[in-house]
């Protein structure tokens, strides 16, 4: 995976090459304006994150704030990473439907959908699945998986 190495979005942003930086700037327009409230956005594991603040969450399983969703510019495409859409699968099938009804093809791993243009997504019609989960039952979903998991492992 592709990272860029960046204090700041803003230094992220600049790295790019001005196409890269139009598509990448286009989702992360999208992504604000549809982002819950209490999501800070930052640079974290060389992608633009918007994260649950750690005085929020409470201590994480590695100590990093929850990523909510991430942009990234990686080498052969464009990533949208929305890990509320991992946590639910009723909104995976909503991804899905969104590219479908859209005529478009996804190309989606556990949390993020890849894509190699704007017109290969449906842009706006991500946003509401972007705003779908408040960060409490983000936080929550979180604590719930996370406890189901330790469990499995004793």
């Known amino acids: ?58 201590p994480t399983y590695n100590g990093q704030p929850l990523c909510y969703a991430a942009i990234a510019a990686q080498k052969n495409h464009y990533a949208l990473y929305l890990t509320g859409v ?25 949390s993020c959908v890849r894509f190699k243009s704007l017109d290969a997504i449906p842009l706006d019609a991500l946003g509401p699945i972007v705003a779908a989960v408040p960060m409490e039952e983000f936080i929550a979903r979180y604590r719930s998986i996370h406890a189901a998991t330790k469990t499995a492992r004793r």
Request: contains cysteine; aromatic residues 8%.
């Open 86 to 110: 991992y946590m639910d699968p009723a909104l995976t099938r909503r991804v899905q439907e969104t590219f479908k009804a859209a005529g478009k093809k996804l190309d989606m791993g556990k």
């Open 1 to 58: 995976m592709a990272t860029i190495p960046a204090a700041t979005v803003g230094e992220y942003l600049a790295q790019l090459p001005e196409d890269r930086r139009a598509v990448v700037s286009a989702v992360r327009r999208m992504v604000k304006r549809n982002l819950p409230k209490g999501f800070q956005e930052r640079t974290n594991w060389g992608h633009i994150c918007y994260e649950v603040p750690l005085a929020k969450s409470g």
